[in-house]
């Protein structure tokens, strides 16, 4: 039988946050798949037993074993600095260098399928059709115009584990002078220069929502992705503009998701 699984990553308090509402969201899919959180010394094992009750199975996952020129080139000051994020605002809880644990996904050999799921998005109706698709496959980085579909956004992605790929990676990864200015994305792209284009509903930005409303079908839209901002922030510049996402977060969070299908969608530009 094959084993699959959806896999996501917790790297700090915030992101088990998000990784509750994701759980919760998947398992209200009826999906047949595992649940894996990958999660690194960043969070302590207490904060992650609600995810556990939720069935998930936890696994460590440390920070891969990069060099001291690595890190210091892939640090949010550099990083924010060389790449400013001018569109959205990246949370202060956020580590560049926390991305690249993503990799060790590769090392779950127990599955012949996972689907990656960022912590910061919302499944909204069944994905299980996702195990079927080739590694690599992932939706494009669309957010703000159509030029965005030849990037790809890693916050979704199918994959095969192997550790001879895992290997293959960290060779590549920390190669003398390398930079991912957009970290795992970018190095993703570099390593499956022919990756598979996923549907751009299956990872679907939340900054579509005000930038590309005619894009937004909810009947079409299988996963919500938060990049930028986050839904669990207090407030933020993005707030009002995004509250009928916060809210579907919130919704999926406490266990208590509406009809998906009677959703009103965004107001279309003229």
């Not at 699984?5 to 999906?31: E, F, H, P, W």
């Not at 994305?185 to 284009?197: V, Y």
């Not at 992705?225 to 919130?250: F, G, N, T, V």
Request: glycine share 4%; aromatic share 12%.
């Amino acid at each position: 039988m094959i084993s699959r699984a959806y896999v996501t990553l917790v790297t700090n308090a915030d992101y088990v946050l998000g990784a509750t509402a994701l759980v919760r969201s998947l398992r209200a899919t009826a999906t047949t798949a595992e649940i894996v959180v990958m999660h690194t010394g960043g969070v302590e094992h207490a904060a992650l037993a609600p995810l556990e009750a939720l069935g998930a199975r936890l696994h460590l996952a440390e920070l891969l074993p990069t060099s001291d020129a690595f890190n210091a080139r892939h640090q949010r000051e550099r990083i924010h600095a060389e790449n400013p994020f001018t569109k959205g605002r990246k949370p202060a809880f956020h580590t560049p260098l926390d991305n690249f644990a993503k990799l060790r996904l590769w090392e779950l050999e127990d599955y012949d399928s996972v689907v990656f799921i960022d912590a910061d998005a919302v499944v909204v109706r069944n994905i299980d059709r996702l195990f079927l698709y080739p590694e690599f496959s992932a939706a494009p980085n669309v957010y703000e115009g159509l030029a965005d579909f030849h990037r790809l956004n890693s916050g979704v992605f199918v994959a095969k584990p192997s550790r001879v790929t895992f290997e293959k990676m960290l060779s590549r990864l920390d190669a003398p002078d390398a930079y991912w200015p957009r970290t795992d994305q970018t190095f993703l792209q570099s390593f499956f220069p022919n990756w598979h284009g996923l549907p751009v509903f299956y990872n679907m930005l939340q900054y579509v929502w005000f930038n590309l409303p005619e894009l937004w079908d909810w009947k079409s839209v299988h996963i919500v992705h938060y990049q930028y901002e986050k839904p669990w922030e207090r407030q933020h510049p993005k707030a009002d503009l995004l509250r009928p996402l916060i809210d579907l977060w919130q919704s999926y969070l406490e266990g208590s998701p509406p009809d998906i299908d009677r959703l009103p969608n965004p107001e279309r530009k003229e």
